[in-house]
């Protein structure tokens, strides 16, 4: 959906310079067709001769091609499997019966001095065919380019084997249709390579290395060059025909000299452009490790094989063309010469010629994917991943009455999911004020909502009472065991988790669309109304913040304070106050019993893992949700880190929510370093616990950098070079980032979380650990770093 969303984009931008006008091209086919009608009834009433009504026909007949398609006009996919047969075996027939015309001379015998440049022929056609067969035959989706590259392959085939036909009329000297044949080849190659133009500035343009609006000036310059180029030869041989006056001559050397220079201008700016791109891949490519290290590999490989590609395209064109300028040179100057070489020249040119469409028809095959795709490198992802455990349930250092109640609470706490249509529910409460006055959608953290929130709607209404967790309340005491547990930094906006939980059931890995929908009640009921159509309003999910009792843990205090005058007070103190009003949480005073891990059997805070192992066990479909923050700080808190953990462990799915891609590409300088041991903890015995779970840290890492990189989908499905090239983009532009970051400049302004620039009063701050104590750091291990 995200590929199409841009192609739907890419065909918008476009429509600027190849507008897609239904009127104008009826207009534009109907005086073509006027004209070759004028031209027929000229012949037929003997006005003008055989030979020049066919030049005038082909020239008619070949701009027909562009007012028949407009490259970005049709979003398409590949046709069902029989048409793509259908059409490769019409293109195997027709190579066959004109490149071995002169094996079998029907329907006219073949002169006994042979056929007109066979062996050009012959094998140009035997050359361009695999090329055109293999791109009728690829399966792709919706696509504007890969659709616009058929065309584009399709053509020059069509174009090949004309030429061909061309050689075989002019072997019998077929007067007016030779002509026709040579014309309409001309005009039509004319308008596909003004199309292979356009594609390839739009390729450029994704790349980054080309702005939209210099990439116009450069399709229409080069389109009309090309066309102008093409049209001067048509003229010239109408000249001929008619009469002889050699002006068109001395134009045609003016304008072709002026697009060989255009033409190697382009070329050798595009072949600077990717230079430089791929020696800053390089230089990251020994920097960074793991999958981000994969993924400039893999840039890298595109980028050498499109400039191998570009030079060899842009240079056969200009040999052609440089060929044809120097034979109207020598032609102009020295006529004695010419007529000497004439010959050489001309199989020469036709060589060239042919040389110079198969290469543009592979060349563009390359670029849109169709054809070679480069797969990722796969050193980096393919280390073994040691999944021995290395640690045992608390429950195993239990006595066995102790034991059957810890394992009670397990199974207690892993039936306390909550249907995402409450949770939404939840959600419209807030909006409208109607449990939490002080609530900001943009600002309010996770913690924000439990204190003031949570535990009020949670309690007990006795006064004197206790209280129970939320999800037990919802669930009107009932186990529902979850489909997914979500891991999540308490820290964070309380709106990316609703939003993060949401884009997992709609199967999407950003949720930044997601959340400027939520913050509107008219955008919440349209979410609703999506989701009820998807039939998904009922999955589950466990989220601490709502299946852990509050009240039997962090309801009624803060946590000791630590030393005043110290950065660990200053930030205990920020926590203890809502982020909007700035004003300290209200405490709890239920009477609810607080347990710590002083009964670890009892505990809620201590059984994550079980929880998880209990879980992946009963439910087959279970996996994780981690939602990352805008800081990308769940990566480098321990107690989430150890969740990851565990499910690294166990082997349980993993799906990794982001903001946005802009929020990934501006982490990306500390992502693509990512290492579980810099994690951060309050206690320096939790973080020991939990590296020495993990056997293999450096196959963790790459395995924790997969979940994140892997979210953005570059090595998952087939994507068109356009999509491609927009790939390729964004990790360039990540090495440059990080060039600029070792040299001290700022360059990451331009990237910021599109989320982080629609508040009005900065952002949710990401960073913050437990206080140094027993209760709170048991509180850490709910996924949630929340004091």
Known sequence: VRMMDKDVIEVRILKRV?????????????????????????????????????????????PLLAVIHIPGSRLKESSVLWKRVALAVMLCASTLYVATYAWHCYPKECPAEGMYKQGISMVSCFCITPIAVACALVKHPMSTYAYDTKWCVIGLWAITILYAVYFILKTFDVAGWMEFILCWNLTSEGVIYSWIVCLFCRRITSLGLLKPSHSDMWIWAMSLAFQANVWMIVLKKVEQAVIDTGIVSKVALVLRAFFVCIWLAYTGLMARSLRLSITDLSREKGRVKGHARAEVRWARRVLITELCACLLAGLTTFAFWGLMESKEVIEWFDAEIYEAIEDVLSLLTSIVHRADLIVSALSIAVFSGLLFPIPPPADDMNMSVKRTRTSASISDGLQSPQRRVFSYKVKDLAGRGVKLHALLDFWKSLLEDKVMPSFDPWKSS?????????????????????GSALATIWNQGRRVYPERMVTHNWTNSFLHLIAAVVAESMGVDEYADVARQLVTLEGLREIMADLEKKQVLDMTFWICAFAINQHASICGSFGPAPPENTPEHAEWARKTCDSVSNMR?????????KIFNN??????????DDVMRLLHEEISSFAQVIVVDEAFQVFFRAWCVAEIVEAHLLDIPGQVKIPSQAALDMNYDTLSMLDVRDCEASRRSDKEMILARIE???????????????????FSNWVDGQERARQISRIVRRARISSSNELGLDKTGDVLCCLCKQRSMGTVSSDGEDEDTDENSDYESSSS???
């Open 696 to 714: 293999d840290v450096t196959a963790f890492n790459l395995s924790l950098q997969g979940l994140v990189f892997g979210t953005a989908g570059l």
């Open 18 to 62: 190849c507008p897609n006008r239904p009127r104008t091209r009826a207009w534009c086919a109907i005086l073509l067709l006027t004209a070759a009608i004028l031209v027929l009834a000229g012949w037929m009433l003997s006005r003008i001769s055989a030979e020049a009504a066919g030049l005038l026909l082909g020239a008619c007949a070949g």
């Open 446 to 466: 996770t913690n924000d909502v439990v204190r003031q929130a949570i535990i009020p709607m949670s309690r007990d209404r006795a006064s004197s009472g206790g």
């Open 785 to 787: 770093n929340q004091q």
């Open 599 to 608: 009964e670890p059997a009892m505990c809620e805070l201590n059984k994550f």
């Open 585 to 593: 949480y209200p405490l709890c005073n239920c009477t609810e019993p």
